[in-house]
């Protein structure tokens, strides 16, 4: 046994001598250098590309069996354009395991190595002709052959610097940049962890992003049994992406997969992120202390989501919190799911809290959230008793497959109790049908307050045209019925509003709703295809005054009437609206008044007036009215001109009259009225011209007393010209009466002496 035992190691020393002298006279003999245009007039031939092999090829055999690259550069196809290079590679490998089937690799260090690919906008790449090429050479090997050639690897290091790809996709019209592409390794081997560490600058235009990326681990595999498990691992991204500036990922965490049993897991998994979204700073923290997926199933564990986010709104934060979750692609449950929300601003906060069960299936896209609960709370020293808490209930289910969506709710919700159904359908082009009623709604607490009329002017600011388009793709129909309505300090009840859109043409009819001791009904029309709008209002028997005051603190008159409503217009902006109304106006007022001037004590003023009295400037006086039983006008509104000659005012001591216009999309006006007293403390009547004037903030009312002077004067010059005529009528009457009276006598005298005689004549012949 002894001698056998001598005898073989004396035969393995010897083979091992034969080897090494084999080896070192092929090392000093053998110049691989010779057979590089050999080399490279293969690979043009074969692959149409052209090969540099500018540096020198070293190999090695002692301790280890290996080669070294100097500079090599590979074409484009058909041309002499640079697709790939690497500036230095080296791999050695360990001679004794080669021989019993098992890769060793002392050393793989690669450097510098640059790879240009291209994606045309016809679908093709750079890379076709050597996948193609591969593909049509390489022989298909047998399961038995395959089998015979799978050998043991074990690799002491892996080394590569400098590493850069870049990727156009013309077709897609992104370019990707892999660039400082950086990693080192342990022993690589089945079953030993090793460390590694990766690091990389990645730049993309489409989306845009500029990412620096680095990540350690400690990696273990099994290439027989198909495992991989990383543990402790630490990612870190810095850079930006779209509108976010400044981010800063990390992720940590332990994950495994067994490609065989395809089981998947990942524990302690930590994500934080924090950045600038458009100059407002945000941060996130995910948590997950475990997640296992086993083909279609899948479970976890205490999933904690907490988001902020910080900006001229104020600061907005979410927390979502899941304590279990499982199923599968068929049936999943999701318990306990809880998200709340919440934005702070200077003056008021808000809060929100939705718990509910989510169960659904993900192979069918159908998901249901039952017993939904929504928990809201507003805090704010403007707010009514500073404390606003609402709660709703109730499911919500969805059919994404279907492309469907049913919601029920019911509850309090700002004060007021609700009730609330909606259904989509078609994401794409959205069917949404709606019914809402509420008891009552407030909605001036969260409105921004009022800006003071005598605040300092701000500067002004371009005006911004509003878009319309999304009305196009619009299909809505819908109820709203609340009780009892408030909003800009205008109270209604009964409120009653109707929606349908379609088709880029939006109808709110009925619009309809009880308001100050009347009621308003009609309907409003806008075409998304033409930027025009048309309204058709009536309003019945309402109390103009505290509707004009509650609605923008106007006193302008008083009086309870009806208003009929019937305009036009059409535009992208405010103020190309107002340019653009045409339409009609009609008022009918009853036992009210015009504020800001008493025409009735100015005319009544008319003996305090001399011949120097003449026109004079007033402003606006809220401590006057002038009272009026009945009040009618009609205006004819176009292009943003309203025009009106038709008006009449009476009272028991005035009548009014006028005509002119409303510029109201220049926000004016110029308004002749003529005010005609019935009888003035001397007995006679005045006429008083009144022109208002001047822009909608800055109105002016002037009053022509030298006109009203005019008009007393050729009053009395009437009287007195009516006295003179009467008296010169009474001296002629008179006159004539005396006339006839003498010719009366003088005829009788002649009538008397005539007859005398005639009876002296006959008294004669009769003798």
């Not at 540099?52 to 100097?70: E, T, V, Y």
């Not at 235009?205 to 681990?217: E, R, S, V, Y």
Request: proline share 3%; aromatic share 6%.
């Amino acid at each position: 046994m002894k001698t056998f035992v001598k005898y073989t190691l004396w035969s393995l020393l010897g083979i091992v001598a034969t080897a090494s002298t084999v080896l070192a006279y092929v090392a000093l003999t053998f110049d691989p250098n010779a057979y590089k245009p050999q080399i490279i007039r293969a690979v043009q031939e074969n692959t149409q590309r052209t090969l540099k092999l500018d540096g020198d090829i070293k190999l090695m055999f002692f301790p280890s069996i290996g080669a070294r690259l100097g500079k090599v550069s590979l074409s484009e196809f058909q041309s002499d354009r640079e697709f790939a290079s690497v500036a230095d590679a080296s791999v050695s490998l360990a001679v004794w395991p080669l021989l019993q089937k098992q890769l060793v690799v002392n050393q793989v260090s690669i450097n510098g190595v640059k790879v240009n690919v291209i994606r045309y906008k016809s679908g093709t790449t750079n890379l076709d002709d050597l996948l193609n090429h591969k593909s049509e050479a390489a022989p298909v090997a047998s399961s038995q052959d395959q089998k015979s050639s799978v050998v043991d690897f074990d690799v002491a290091s892996v080394a590569i610097e400098n590493c850069e790809l870049q990727y156009d996709d013309q077709a897609a019209g992104n370019q990707i940049s892999i660039s400082k592409l950086n990693l080192k390794t342990g022993r690589l081997t089945n079953a030993l962890p090793t460390p590694v560490k990766l690091s990389a600058h990645i730049q993309t235009t489409q989306p845009k992003m500029d990412i620096a990326l680095q990540m350690a681990t400690t990696m273990s595999f099994d290439i027989e049994q198909g495992r991989y498990t990383l543990k402790g691992m630490e990612l870190a991204a810095e850079g930006s992406m779209l509108d976010v500036s400044g981010l800063v990922l990390k992720l940590a965490g332990d994950a495994s997969a067994d490609l065989q049993s395809e089981n998947y897991e990942f524990n302690l998994f930590v994500l934080n992120a924090s950045g600038k979204n458009a100059g407002e700073p945000f941060e996130a923290h995910l948590t997950v202390p475990s997640i296992s997926l086993k083909r279609e199933d899948f479970s976890g564990v205490n999933l904690q989501l907490n988001a902020s986010l910080e900006g001229a709104f104020g600061k907005a934060s979410a927390a979502l919190n899941l304590p279990s979750f499982k199923g599968n692609m068929d049936k999943f449950s999701l318990q306990g799911l809880s998200l709340q929300a919440g934005l702070v601003q200077p003056e008021q906060s808000f809060s929100a809290k939705i718990d509910t069960v989510l169960i659904g299936s993900l192979k069918t896209m159908q998901f249901n959230m039952k017993d939904l609960n929504i928990a809201l709370k507003a805090n704010g020293d403007k707010l009514p008793g500073k404390v606003v808490e609402s709660s709703l209930k109730g499911s919500v289910q969805a059919d994404l497959e279907r492309q469907s969506v049913h919601a029920k709710f019911a509850g309090g919700l700002l004060q007021s109790r609700i009730k609330a159904e909606a259904a989509i359908k078609n994401f794409k082009v959205p069917v949404i049908r709606y019914d809402i009623e509420i008891d009552k709604l407030d909605v001036d607490p969260y409105l921004p307050p009022k800006v003071a009329k005598d605040a300092a002017p701000k500067a002004v600011v371009a005006e911004q045209p509003f878009d319309l388009s999304a009305l196009k793709e619009l299909n809505v129909s819908g109820s709203v019925r609340i009780g009892a309505f408030k909003a800009a300090n205008v109270k209604l009840t009964k409120l009653r509003v109707d929606l349908k859109a379609r088709d880029g043409i939006v109808n709110v009819e009925p619009l309809s709703a009880s308001l100050y001791q009347g009621a308003i009904n009609g309907n409003v029309r806008v075409d998304a295809h033409t930027s025009s709008f048309a309204v058709t209002q009536k309003l019945i028997g309402v109390e103009i005054a505290p509707l004009m005051k509650d609605a923008d603190d106007l006193e302008l008159a008083e009086g309870k009437g009806n208003v009929v409503l019937a305009v036009t217009t059409q535009g992208n902006t405010v103020s190309a609206l107002k340019k653009a109304l045409n339409g009609t106006v009609s008022v009918v007022l009853a036992d009210g008044a015009i504020r800001g001037i008493d025409l009735g004590k100015l005319v009544q003023g008319v003996q305090n007036l001399n011949k120097d009295s003449k026109a004079e400037t007033l402003g606006v006086n809220k401590g006057e009215k002038t009272q009026f039983s009945e009040f009618e006008a009609s205006i004819k509104i176009k292009d943003g001109v309203a025009h009106n000659d038709d008006l009449s005012v009476r009272s028991t001591v005035l009548r009014l009259s006028g005509s002119g216009d409303v510029d109201i999309g220049q926000d004016k006006m110029d308004y002749s009225a003529k005010v005609i007293m019935a009888k003035t403390d001397q007995g006679r009547t005045g006429s008083l011209p009144v022109r208002v004037y001047g822009p909608f903030d800055a109105i002016k009312i002037q009053v022509d007393y030298a006109e009203l002077l005019a008009d007393i004067a050729r009053q009395r010059l009437n009287e007195e010209k009516a006295a003179l005529k009467q008296k010169l009528d009474a001296q002629k009457a008179a006159a004539q009466s005396a006339a006839k009276a003498k010719l009366d006598a003088e005829k009788a005298a002649a009538k008397a002496n005539a007859e005398e005689k005639l009876r002296q004549g006959l008294k004669g012949l009769l003798k």
